[in-house]
T-cell receptor, first 115, second 113 residues
Framework: DTGVSQDPRHKITKRGQNVTFRCDPI?????LYWYRQTLGQGPEFLTY????????KSRLLSDRFSAERPKGSFSTLEIQRTEQGDSAMYLC?????????????FGPGTRLTVT | AQSVTQPDIHITVSEGASLELRCNYS??????LFWYVQSPGQGLQLLLK??????LVQGIKGFEAEFKRSQSSFNLRKPSVHWSDAAEYFC???????????FGKGTSLLVTP
């Protein structure tokens, strides 16, 4: 069990550019979550997958954001036409099937800076 | 909708002193409650969780928390703080629809010598 991994750890981009982040969950975890965390705040839920199906999306996930989990393993989060307000830490988490306690394990995050 | 309040933004304690971090939640049913810790530049590590049973739960690193339904609270405690406990602590509640976690804004813990 190597834990949840995220790549890249840091990304600096110019406003208007597209960026894509990757998340590899703990193996055998079929649920995968994306959160966004801005400075001084707790993480805010963005979206959730069970296997390859995207089951829930927050209203925070604007049309410029898209997430995929094509084979039910790793996931990508893409932000198109980035804005300065997108600067944040993007956290990925996964959980084990059948858990009733919603216990989620988090990766180290990808810190995005939009200049 | 559920919500989580952590009333203390910053707390400073001396090494070896006891610690209590407060968490209040708003939720219609029995909630799923969690405490996570985040060190600078790192992801979140689960300290402990509650979803049923004994209202006093033990976690990692010597932490414990008590669920009090009458007070809608889930306070985190540690009898003796170590310098390595300095970090950001987040309380979270399981959502009433789906599996999203709703986090508080966090409490930043500073440990002095």
């Amino acid at each position: 069990d190597t834990g949840v991994s995220q790549d890249p750890r840091h990304k600096i981009t110019k406003r208007g550019q597209n960026v894509t982040f990757r998340c590899d969950p703990i193996s055998e975890h079929n649920r995968l979550y994306w959160y966004r965390q801005t400075l001084g705040q707790g993480p805010e839920f963005l979206t959730y997958f069970q296997n390859e199906a995207q089951l829930e999306k927050s209203r925070l996930l604007s049309d410029r954001f898209s997430a995929e989990r094509p084979k039910g393993s790793f996931s990508t989060l893409e932000i198109q036409r980035t804005e300065q307000g997108d600067s944040a830490m993007y956290l990925c988490a996964s959980s084990f099937p059948g858990q009733v306690s919603h216990e989620q394990y988090f990766g180290p995050g990808t810190r995005l800076t939009v200049t | 909708a559920q919500s989580v309040t952590q009333p203390d933004i910053h707390i400073t304690v001396s090494e070896g002193a006891s610690l209590e971090l407060r968490c209040n939640y708003s939720y219609g049913a029995t909630p799923y409650l969690f405490w996570y810790v985040q060190s600078p530049g790192q992801g979140l590590q689960l300290l402990l969780k509650y979803f049923s049973g004994d209202t006093l739960v033990q976690g990692i690193k010597g932490f414990e928390a008590e669920f009090k339904r009458s007070q809608s609270s889930f306070n985190l405690r540690k009898p003796s703080v170590h310098w390595s406990d300095a970090a950001e602590y987040f309380c979270a509640v399981g959502a009433d629809s789906g599996y999203a976690l709703n986090f508080g804004k966090g409490t930043s813990l500073l440990v002095t010598p």
